[in-house]
């Protein structure tokens, strides 16, 4: 298996631009999780999915901040419109179970940059 | 809300030194997971402990389950320039719904 693929690595992008990220997890994993991570806030729990299903938002940032699955393989983050704060590495992660207590499978991450 | 607490924050050392960082909460968990996150890539997993008291190792690397569930360690033996990056603890929350992750104890290997 080629693991969790995000896309695109690096993305830089101009303050009000709007930015998707993606990400296809592992085949059979039935949970997908996005994160942020920043040198300030560590590593932050966006939104998870079950079965392509969003069950937990909670941590999503703001109104500009939205996530889909529209099947198994393929999620998205969009942020509309971008602003420097949200400057951070994105995470996708899947999983076999919800509370990770077999661990999560990351992706490489993909950096934003909002200048 | 439950919180994982990593010391040290950052760790600058020899090669061939051993290595030893650990992870605390005021909560109870069930389940501890170490995790190490390589420059410019996503966090793995290294070790995962399910029982208190439980010793596991991986290599080189050996983590513990202390036995008040309340705190995790982890040891990194001639330690190696590739040992280089940010571990984290992390552990299923109350609910069993969400994993929280510490901050991350940075490490630092000089050759």
């Known amino acids: 298996d080629a693991g969790v693929i995000q896309s695109p690595r690096h993305e830089v992008t101009e303050m009000g631009q709007e930015v998707t990220l993606r990400c296809k997890p592992i085949s059979g994993h039935d949970y997908l999780f996005w994160y942020r991570q920043t040198m300030m806030r560590g590593l932050e729990l966006l939104i998870y999915?079950?079965?392509?299903?969003?069950?937990?938002d909670s941590g999503m940032p703001e109104d500009r901040f939205s996530a889909k699955m529209p099947n198994a393989s393929f999620s998205t983050l969009k942020i509309q419109p971008s602003e420097p704060r949200d400057s951070a590495v994105y995470f996708c992660?899947?999983?076999?179970?919800?509370?990770?207590?077999?661990?999560?499978?990351f992706g490489s991450g993909t950096r934003l940059t909002v200048v | 809300g439950q919180q994982l607490n990593q010391s040290p924050q950052s760790m600058f050392i020899q090669e061939g030194e051993d290595v030893s960082m650990n992870c605390t909460s005021s909560?109870?968990?069930?389940?501890w997971l170490w995790y190490k996150q390589d420059p410019g890539e996503g966090p793995v997993l290294l070790i995962a402990l399910y029982k208190a008291g439980e010793l596991t190792s991986n290599g080189r690397l050996t983590a513990q389950f202390g036995i008040t569930r309340k705190d995790s360690f982890l040891n990194i033996s001639a330690s190696i320039p590739s040992d280089v990056g940010i571990y984290f603890c992390a552990g299923p929350n109350t609910g069993g719904f969400k994993t929280i992750f510490g901050a991350g104890t940075r490490l630092f290997v000089k050759a």
């Open positions: 909560s109870i968990f069930n389940t």
């Open positions: 999915f079950n079965n392509n299903v969003p069950i937990d």
């Open positions: 992660a899947s999983s076999l179970r919800q509370g990770g207590a077999t661990g999560y499978t």
